[in-house]
């Protein structure tokens, strides 16, 4: 009766696919009877015979399902995140559970087969998620470590000169002067704010009237340049820098070098307090960096095999050839290209004192070219009068007019000719402060404007405006006296009154029509491709 409950119960199971525990526990009680020597009956012989039968074809479903899932793996319903984890390609062999005995495994229904499969597959899961989580832990440990090669966010240093606001710059500069036995230039009246951190010194009080200077430390010539710079004996850009130039031939002329140094390296330590005097004296131009950046390269290329004199002799010939090329041959060869653009019958409106465009017009009017000149001067320094002054004296007729009147002078102008002082990487044209009032009013008339420039002057600064760099100029020249009378003599006793006498104002590349160089005729948007030509040329 045992056997029979038995037999009842396994039926039961089979037919409703309960767990493998229980369809194991009857087949032990039917071994437990068989060894016991009960008696079966036919019909439980027969139901015997019926569930190997039915355990055979189980076995062979098994292996069917197997093949099939080997050929075809089947995709199992994931959410997003579980998708993109499955579709991520794994990095380590996969971890499967261990394969049951074939004991239990012939028991198992389809059912249970399909259990088995999901719980590898969530096996499977968890560990490619493990392995991903560890990658993406690396890339964030790698992106917050930058690589030592990436390159690093250039800082621009404003040149000290335009930061005469500043304590701090101040101080630091009153220490390199001091190293250098150079006295330090002081300020001179107040300033108007917006222009508070240039430097603004008087021509009443030069430097070598605050602290004597000894021999020993700067040379004479250099002192007595400083000195020109400062009273504006010599101005403009050209007249300057070829007084640069052979202030520091005589200096060349006259050094020696010291026992157990190069004349490469000593030179060049040499050449240093004298430029920070000049700046002192007066801020150096453009033209006038790049001629020291010249000769300082070619002080330092300087062979040590070579004899002293003769490497001297070497650096002067390389100092003349500076001037002859880049300062006179280029002002023919841009008298040759501004000729082409100059007609019979022109009225040609000039601008100040630029000794590049009087050369200029001298040397078309001397090969035949009939025009007039109207010169526009502006006041304090009336240079207009010196430019007046040479071309009558050439016998060209001239016209003088003061900027105030330049818009009543533009309708019968042809042609503007320009110099500049600078021409920046951005195309911005640096000049004359009132050169860029006149290119405004030109356009205005549809008047073409020319700036005539030689390319020593191009430099890599770039300017949109004429606040952060500019120049002051002593602002005591803008006292007038008339009839006895002088009405801002004591303008420093008013506290609300500021006096600003601006030296240059920048030109924007929209005013400018075309750019007579020494290389050609080009835009103002070719200057960093000139810039670029030069360096590699260098």
Request: aromatic share 6%.
């Given at each position: 009766?045992a056997g029979?409950?038995?037999?009842?119960q396994?039926?039961?199971n089979?037919s409703?696919?309960?767990?493998?525990?229980?369809?194991?526990?009857?087949?032990?009680?039917?071994?437990?009877?068989?060894v016991?020597?009960?008696?079966?009956?036919?019909e439980e012989?027969?139901k015997?015979r019926?569930e190997?039968?039915?355990?055979?074809?189980n076995?062979?479903?098994?292996?069917?399902l197997a093949?099939?899932?080997?050929?075809?793996k089947?995709?199992?319903v994931?959410?997003g995140?579980?998708?993109?984890?499955?579709?991520a390609p794994?990095?380590?062999?996969?971890v499967?559970?261990?394969?049951?005995?074939t004991?239990e495994?012939?028991?198992?229904?389809?059912?249970?087969l399909?259990?088995?499969r999901?719980?590898?597959?969530?096996?499977?899961?968890?560990?490619?998620?493990?392995?991903k989580?560890?990658?993406s832990?690396?890339?964030?440990?790698a992106?917050?470590k930058?690589?030592?090669?990436?390159?690093?966010?250039v800082v621009k240093r404003?040149?000290e000169?335009?930061?005469?606001?500043d304590?701090a710059?101040?101080?630091k500069v009153?220490k390199?002067?001091e190293?250098?036995q150079?006295?330090?230039?002081?300020?001179?009246g107040?300033k108007?704010?917006?222009f508070?951190h240039?430097?603004?010194y008087?021509?009443?009080?030069?430097?070598?009237?605050q602290?004597?200077?000894p021999?020993t430390?700067i040379?004479?010539?250099?002192?007595?340049?400083?000195?020109?710079?400062s009273?504006?004996?010599i101005?403009?850009?050209?007249s300057?820098c070829i007084?640069?130039l052979?202030?520091?031939?005589?200096?060349?002329?006259d050094y020696?070098?010291p026992?157990n140094e190069?004349?490469?390296?000593?030179?060049v330590?040499?050449?240093?307090?004298y430029?920070?005097?000049?700046?002192?004296?007066?801020p150096?131009?453009?033209?006038?960096?790049?001629?020291i950046?010249?000769i300082k390269?070619?002080?330092?290329?300087?062979s040590?095999?070579?004899k002293?004199e003769?490497?001297?002799t070497?650096?002067q010939?390389?100092?003349?050839?500076y001037?002859e090329?880049?300062?006179h041959?280029?002002?023919?060869?841009?008298s040759?290209s501004?000729?082409?653009?100059?007609s019979?019958?022109?009225?040609i409106?000039?601008?100040?004192?630029?000794?590049?465009?009087n050369?200029?017009?001298?040397d078309a009017y001397?090969?035949?070219?009939k025009?007039?000149?109207i010169v526009v001067?502006?006041r304090?320094?009336l240079?207009?009068?010196?430019?007046?002054?040479r071309?009558v004296?050439?016998g060209?007729s001239?016209?003088?007019?003061?900027?105030?009147?330049?818009?009543?002078?533009?309708?019968?102008?042809?042609?503007v000719?320009l110099?500049a002082?600078?021409?920046?990487?951005?195309g911005?044209?640096?000049?004359r402060v009132?050169a860029s009032?006149i290119?405004?009013?030109?356009?205005?008339?549809n008047?073409?404007?020319?700036?005539c420039?030689e390319?020593?002057?191009f430099?890599?600064?770039?300017?949109?405006?004429?606040?952060?760099?500019?120049?002051?100029?002593?602002?005591d020249d803008?006292?007038?006296?008339?009839?006895?009378?002088t009405?801002?003599?004591?303008w420093?006793d008013t506290?609300?009154?500021?006096l600003l006498?601006?030296?240059?104002?920048v030109t924007p590349p929209d005013?400018?029509?075309l750019?007579?160089t020494?290389?050609?005729?080009?835009?103002?948007t070719s200057?960093?491709?000139?810039?670029?030509?030069?360096n590699?040329?260098q």
């Amino acid at each position: 009766m045992a056997g029979t409950e038995g037999i009842t119960q396994q039926e039961l199971n089979n037919s409703t696919g309960e767990t493998r525990d229980e369809t194991d526990s009857k087949k032990n009680d039917y071994l437990q009877s068989k060894v016991e020597g009960k008696a079966l009956s036919k019909e439980e012989k027969l139901k015997l015979r019926k569930e190997k039968k039915q355990q055979k074809k189980n076995k062979k479903d098994d292996k069917g399902l197997a093949k099939e899932e080997k050929a075809k793996k089947p995709v199992p319903v994931m959410d997003g995140q579980q998708a993109q984890q499955q579709r991520a390609p794994p990095t380590s062999p996969l971890v499967t559970p261990e394969a049951p005995p074939t004991g239990e495994k012939s028991g198992k229904s389809k059912v249970e087969l399909r259990a088995d499969r999901r719980a590898r597959q969530d096996v499977d899961r968890t560990s490619k998620q493990g392995k991903k989580g560890d990658r993406s832990q690396l890339a964030s440990t790698a992106k917050t470590k930058a690589p030592p090669s990436e390159p690093q966010p250039v800082v621009k240093r404003l040149p000290e000169h335009i930061q005469a606001d500043d304590p701090a710059v101040l101080k630091k500069v009153a220490k390199k002067l001091e190293r250098q036995q150079i006295p330090l230039r002081s300020d001179y009246g107040s300033k108007v704010s917006l222009f508070s951190h240039l430097h603004q010194y008087s021509r009443k009080a030069p430097l070598t009237q605050q602290m004597s200077i000894p021999s020993t430390v700067i040379h004479p010539s250099i002192v007595h340049l400083g000195l020109q710079y400062s009273q504006g004996i010599i101005a403009g850009s050209n007249s300057r820098c070829i007084a640069l130039l052979h202030a520091f031939k005589q200096v060349i002329r006259d050094y020696s070098t010291p026992r157990n140094e190069e004349l490469s390296r000593d030179l060049v330590n040499k050449l240093k307090p004298y430029i920070s005097f000049l700046n002192q004296c007066r801020p150096l131009s453009a033209s006038m960096g790049n001629a020291i950046k010249y000769i300082k390269k070619e002080i330092s290329n300087v062979s040590s095999n070579i004899k002293e004199e003769e490497a001297k002799t070497t650096l002067q010939n390389c100092i003349d050839k500076y001037i002859e090329e880049k300062i006179h041959l280029a002002a023919k060869a841009i008298s040759k290209s501004a000729f082409e653009k100059i007609s019979d019958g022109d009225v040609i409106l000039v601008y100040g004192c630029s000794s590049l465009v009087n050369y200029i017009l001298c040397d078309a009017y001397e090969r035949g070219r009939k025009f007039r000149v109207i010169v526009v001067d502006s006041r304090p320094r009336l240079e207009g009068r010196e430019t007046l002054r040479r071309l009558v004296r050439k016998g060209i007729s001239c016209t003088y007019v003061l900027i105030t009147a330049v818009s009543y002078m533009l309708p019968e102008v042809s042609k503007v000719f320009l110099g500049a002082h600078a021409l920046l990487a951005n195309g911005y044209v640096m000049s004359r402060v009132g050169a860029s009032q006149i290119a405004l009013v030109a356009k205005a008339y549809n008047v073409p404007v020319l700036v005539c420039c030689e390319t020593y002057k191009f430099c890599e600064r770039v300017q949109t405006d004429s606040f952060v760099s500019n120049e002051l100029d002593d602002p005591d020249d803008l006292i007038v006296t008339r009839k006895g009378k002088t009405e801002l003599q004591n303008w420093q006793d008013t506290a609300s009154l500021r006096l600003l006498n601006l030296v240059y104002d920048v030109t924007p590349p929209d005013f400018v029509d075309l750019v007579i160089t020494d290389l050609g005729m080009i835009p103002c948007t070719s200057v960093p491709v000139v810039l670029r030509v030069k360096n590699v040329d260098q």
